[in-house]
């Protein structure tokens, strides 16, 4: 999605926009909506008719409301009803057709359009990044997966790869725009088949083919199909950062199952121990989910006992919400209550927190490689990067900048944050 809105940007730049400082002086605003996780449609509605005295300041700004969320059908419609100074609602399969879209609003017309073939992969839009040293590049759209909580497969439609060409192509654009750590994003990357070319000969080629990258990260593996060609190319690769994402989602077969995970826990942990055993140093992050229909406190504990087996570095951690049209929505109640869920997520951070500080402390007096990407929010004269394995590093500047590569000797840590010194 937020790749969505840096093309947006791009190509509103190109119709002649500049970026506004705020939205009181903005004569074009658009909401990119999701709808993955949260229920977001309250508060989205309460953001839009926020901006609506802003309209009558303003009569030449234009409205509008795009993303997942208005990708259905029902709920795009109930908001173009409602809301009769938006300006157009648009679905996520309407990215390439923005700039006609936006001639319309000028010719005095109301767009709603939602469509629901995403089509093949649109090439060549322009994207406004956000400025920085690291990105993302895309490599696949949609998802066929259909895990039964999940609405990505139903607002982003079917997996569709790009080419290596246009993907190294990308790449290179943005090295040269001055990035130096490039993200290869798709729902499961794994997945990602190009006439026969499969992830791993991808990461291959980027690698080697990129001269200025410095760093190659990728997001998201489904551990149903993590092969072996990927942990080697991680091990073996100079670039690739040594850092998986492997969302786990439940500790208990049971709701593996339910989910439609196509994986058992011990699959699970036979992963795991692969990568451990091909690269020891890699950090293992994953997302959970705490509630799923019918999650019992067996159930409940089971993801508890895992996240204590594998002692991830860290986790996105999210109580189940239930999306309308998904097979959960469909055919399982959401019959575990929400204090419930809250207590059970709370355990699930509370333990989390605690293994991701002794995960930390074990990098204490360690020293490792830091891409800089900023200045640190609390303390302007600190600096803030990452290592390979995706660890936020603070230290003081001394002279450093973003952009720049600095060995630090980590000297103590939080649960979220390593803290160290520049050495040599
Ligand atoms: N409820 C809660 N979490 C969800 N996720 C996806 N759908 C839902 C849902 N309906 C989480 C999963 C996934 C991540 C991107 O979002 O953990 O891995
Ligand atoms: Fe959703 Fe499952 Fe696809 Fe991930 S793999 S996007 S959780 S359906």
Do not use: W
Not at 164 to 184: F, H, K, M, S, W
Not at 223 to 246: G, Q, T, W, Y
């Amino acid at each position: 999605n937020e790749h969505d809105s840096e093309n947006i940007a791009g190509m509103l730049v190109r119709c002649g926009y500049t970026k506004a400082d705020c939205k009181e002086t903005a004569d074009f605003i658009l909401f990119n909506t999701c709808c993955v996780r949260e229920h977001a449609e309250l508060r989205t509605f309460g953001n839009v008719g926020f901006v609506k005295e802003l309209k009558q300041k303003n009569p030449r700004l234009i409205l509008g409301v795009c993303g997942c969320m208005m990708q259905q059908k029902q709920v795009a419609k109930k908001l173009f009803d409602r809301f009769p100074f938006v300006d157009m609602v648009f679905g996520t399969h309407e990215l390439k057709n923005f700039p006609l879209l936006l001639e319309q609003v000028f010719n005095n017309r109301r767009i709603l359009r939602v469509d629901d073939s995403a089509g093949e992969v649109i090439e060549g839009l322009p994207a406004e990044r956000e400025p920085g040293f690291s990105t993302f590049v895309n490599i696949m759209y949609g998802c066929d997966n259909f895990c039964t909580y999940c609405i990505v497969p139903y607002v982003r439609g079917r997996e569709r790869s790009r080419s290596p060409e246009n993907i190294i192509a990308e790449v290179r654009q943005v090295v040269n725009d001055g990035y130096i750590e490039v993200t290869l994003l798709g729902q499961n990357v794994n997945s990602y088949n190009y006439d026969g070319v499969h992830f791993p000969e991808l990461l291959k080629r980027v690698n080697d083919e990129v001269r200025g990258l410095k760093r190659l990260r990728f997001m998201t593996s489904h551990p149903k199909d993590l092969s072996d060609e990927l942990i080697d190319a991680m091990a073996s690769l100079d670039k690739v950062c040594k850092h998986i994402h492997l969302p786990v989602q439940s500790g208990s077969d049971r709701m593996l199952e339910k989910m439609n995970r196509k994986y058992t826990v011990a699959g699970y942990l036979e992963r795991i121990e692969k990568i451990r055993e091909i690269v020891p140093e890699a950090a293992i992050t994953t997302d959970i989910i705490a509630g799923f229909c019918s999650e019992t406190e067996e159930d409940h504990r089971a993801t508890l006992e895992l996240m204590q087996k594998v002692r991830f570095d860290s986790a996105f951690m999210f109580q189940y919400s239930q999306r309308p049209g998904t097979k959960a929505a469909r055919h399982f109640p959401d019959d575990v209550p929400p204090e419930v869920k809250t207590r059970r997520l709370n355990e699930i951070i509370e333990l989390q927190s605690a293994i991701s500080l002794e995960r930390n402390r074990e990098c204490v007096g360690q020293t490792y490689e830091v891409l800089i990407e900023g200045t640190s929010k609390r303390d302007s004269g600190s600096l803030f990067g990452r290592t390979s394995s995706n660890k936020v590093c603070v230290f003081p500047a001394l002279g450093h900048r973003p952009g720049e590569y600095v060995k630090i000797n980590v000297e103590s840590c939080t649960s979220a944050t390593l803290l160290g010194n520049i050495v040599e």
